[in-house]
């Protein structure tokens, strides 16, 4: 998940050689963070100020309550630290860490040396166990197991 779309956390530079989405900072008019929240504006305070804004970046939220989620993250995207970090805090806001069965409530997989969205090459053995974990993770959803 986009989580942050004003991050600059080390990922965002560490992992730019390695993913397909191309780094594009804030300052850049064309940035997707730009074109979401105020597109043709100039980038000033305001603007700014409304990336930490929860409707835009969760990881801002407050998710005390949500229903059990889970989430993929590839090991060499850029986002990386970004929906880890958000994985972490989701945690922290959790009044309970497991369901009835003793299932996470928040699942974070990582799978190294992937890039984002990493789904897409079902050719790749990473993509397999992330479709089974997904299949896993709904029938223990369904079956409240």
Same mark, same amino acid.
């Given at each position: 998940p986009w989580v942050e779309v004003n *991050? *600059?956390? #080390? #990922? @965002?530079?560490d992992n730019d050689q390695f993913d397909f989405i191309p780094p594009?900072?804030?300052q850049w008019p064309f940035s997707p963070a730009r074109l979401l929240v105020a597109p043709g504006q100039p980038l000033? !305070?305001?603007? /700014?100020? =409304?990336?930490?804004?929860? /409707?835009?970046?969760?990881?801002?939220?407050?998710?005390?309550?949500?229903?059990? /989620? /889970?989430?993929?993250?590839?090991? !060499?995207e850029m986002m990386h630290d970004d929906i880890c970090e958000f994985a972490c805090r989701? !945690? !922290?806001?959790?009044?309970c860490h497991e369901d009835k069965a003793g299932h996470p409530l928040v699942k974070l997989?990582?799978?190294?040396? =992937?890039? @984002?969205?990493? @789904?897409?090459?079902?050719?790749?053995?990473? &993509? &397999? =166990? &992330?479709? &089974? *974990?997904i299949g896993d993770f709904t029938c223990q959803l369904i079956a409240g197991k």
């Open positions: *991050s *600059s956390r #080390s #990922s @965002h530079y594009t900072p804030t000033n !305070k305001d603007i /700014l100020g =409304m990336f930490t804004n929860p /409707l835009i970046s969760p990881i801002y939220g407050d998710f005390s309550g949500c229903p059990p /989620l /889970l989430i993929h993250v590839g090991g !060499k989701v !945690k !922290k806001q959790q009044s997989e990582i799978y190294e040396d =992937m890039p @984002h969205v990493f @789904h897409l090459f079902d050719f790749t053995d990473a &993509a &397999a =166990m &992330a479709y &089974a *974990s």
